[in-house]
């Protein structure tokens, strides 16, 4: 079992930026970001492997969001520049100890954080 722990979160207005981080208890193969507005579904935002850490970032996001890993530290790491209203959601953090297939589906992960909410206003 591994347990996820996200942080950073809060309150930007539009422009600005937050770096959200989440730490796993153990071992994890890929991680990933996922957000969800209310009255939305959960959408992929970003992920990244533990070995070649290659990533993929949703189209919404591409240059403007930056995902990273520490393995040392079990931690990836979110950098959401030059946000937008549009970001506000609450944001989860996912894993997998495994290769996960098709990222940006949350049934690719078992393991999922409590979320953190990230808010932008104009």
């Known amino acids: 079992q591994v347990q996820l722990v996200e942080s950073g979160g809060g309150s930007v207005q539009a422009g600005g930026s937050l770096r959200l981080s989440c730490e796993a208890s153990?071992?994890?193969?890929?991680m990933a970001w996922f957000r969800q507005a209310p009255g939305k579904e959960r959408e992929g935002v970003a992920t990244?492997?533990?070995?070649?850490?290659?990533?993929y970032y949703a189209d919404s996001v591409k240059g403007r969001f930056t995902i990273s890993r520490d393995n040392a530290k079990n931690t990836v790491y979110l950098q959401m520049d030059s946000l937008k209203p549009e970001d506000t959601a609450m944001y989860y953090c996912?894993?997998?100890?495994?290769?996960?297939?098709?990222?940006?589906?949350?049934?690719?992960?078992?393991?999922w954080g409590q979320g953190t909410q990230v808010t932008v206003s104009s």
């Open positions: 153990g071992y994890t193969h890929s």
């Open positions: 990244i492997d533990r070995l070649i850490q290659s990533t």
């Open positions: 996912a894993a997998s100890t495994r290769y996960p297939g098709v990222w940006y589906r949350s049934s690719s992960y078992v393991y």
